[in-house]
């Protein structure tokens, strides 16, 4: 039963460049948030989306980030002209419907850890 | 603002030597406190959700307790292995549960 997968683990990229971070939630699960770890600092919620629609994206930076969850393949975090200040690691979560008897537990991947040059 | 605060930032235990860990929470609404267990390198692993104030939650060494303004994480007799950061985590409701609002962890440290 694999968990949520991320990829790629590391990343780096030089200011200017665009990083693509994906995200396979665990099979079942339909809703995905995406969290960013500056370092120092705690989580910090970015989006929340379900299959082709993006329910919250309150956290999202105004500019240069985007989020998708297609019909079909993983979700997306993409990141375009990153700056110093995007390193981090970026988590993805995944839940199921959510509903009487969930504890509303999230599954985390493991990350991806973006360093930007 | 919600705002979740954990207390201390770092602890280090002798083996055996319970204490417990503080997060205090003014989350609107609050509708659920969650604890986490995060190993390095790696991605937040669920340990508890706490709904309302008196409830307690426990997991082999660990229990979590819950007051209108803050829970506890009782951690009774460490291992080496329980050596890890502990985040504290609150939901204000709304259209998911899925968006939590974390403190910045206290990191444990268990020494043999």
């Known amino acids: 039963n694999a968990g949520v997968m991320q990829n790629p683990r590391h990343l780096v990229r030089r200011r200017g460049q665009e990083a693509r971070l994906r995200c396979s939630p665990m099979?079942?699960?339909?809703?995905v948030y995406w969290y960013r770890q500056l370092p120092e600092e705690g989580l910090k919620f970015m989006v929340y989306l379900q299959k082709e629609n993006i329910i919250d994206e309150s956290g999202m930076p105004k500019e240069r980030f985007s989020a998708e969850f297609p019909k079909e393949g993983p979700s997306i975090l993409r990141i375009q002209q990153v700056v110093r200040g995007d390193s981090a690691a970026y988590f993805c979560?995944?839940?199921?419907?959510?509903?009487?008897?969930?504890?509303?537990?999230?599954?985390f991947g493991e990350g991806s850890r973006l360093t930007v040059l | 603002e919600d705002q979740v605060t954990q207390s201390p930032e770092a602890l280090r235990l002798q083996e055996g030597e319970s204490s417990s860990l503080n997060c205090s929470y003014t989350v609107s609404g609050l509708r659920g406190l969650f604890w986490y267990r995060q190993d390095p390198g790696k991605g937040p692993e669920f340990l508890f959700t706490l709904y309302s104030a008196g409830e307690e939650k426990e997991k082999e060494r660990l229990k979590a307790t819950l007051t209108k303004k803050e829970s506890f994480l009782h951690i009774t007799a460490p291992k080496p292995e329980d050596s890890a950061t502990y985040l504290c985590a609150g939901h204000a409701g709304g259209t998911s549960y899925g968006k939590l609002t974390f403190g910045q962890g206290t990191i444990l440290t268990v020494h043999p």
């Open positions: 099979k079942g699960h339909s809703h």
């Open positions: 979560a995944s839940s199921p419907e959510q509903g009487a008897g969930n504890t509303g537990e999230l599954f």
